[in-house]
């Protein structure tokens, strides 16, 4: 079973940036595909982008142009560039394998990395 553990989070002011990253343990990394998740107080889980096992990458709308997904697979790491926060990507972020349609999590979650944008 993969398992995975999320660091990189921190307060920053709107428009600074911040790198996750997610290590996971097991075996068969590089055949998964992986995905970040945020979930705010307020809001429902939001998928924040997929990078598959191949590198091709795809972003929801409210992160586009800002946020960056890269992986590697020998270092069975992803990680989340994030650049030019906003007070609304506030919250704990989460790794998982996107699974099915609707890329919800396929396996148990990790404890989050929280990200705080606040002036």
């Known amino acids: 079973q993969v398992q995975f553990v999320e660091s990189g989070g921190g307060l920053v002011q709107p428009g600074g940036s911040l790198t996750l990253s997610c290590a996971a343990s097991?075996?068969?990394?590089?055949?998964?595909?992986m995905a970040w998740y945020r979930q705010a107080p307020t809001r429902e889980r939001e998928l924040v982008g997929v990078?598959?096992?191949?590198?091709?990458?795809d972003y929801a709308d409210s992160v586009k142009g800002r946020f960056t997904m890269s992986r590697d697979n020998a270092k069975n790491t992803v990680s989340l560039e994030m650049n030019n926060l906003k007070p609304e990507d506030t919250g704990v972020y989460y790794c998982?394998?996107?699974?099915?349609?609707?890329?919800?999590?396929?396996?148990?979650w990790g404890q989050g990395t929280q990200v705080t944008v606040s002036s």
């Open positions: 990078i598959t096992s191949r590198g091709y990458t």
């Open positions: 998982n394998v996107p699974t099915g349609a609707k890329r919800e999590p396929g396996v148990a």
């Open positions: 097991g075996s068969c990394f590089s055949g998964y595909n």
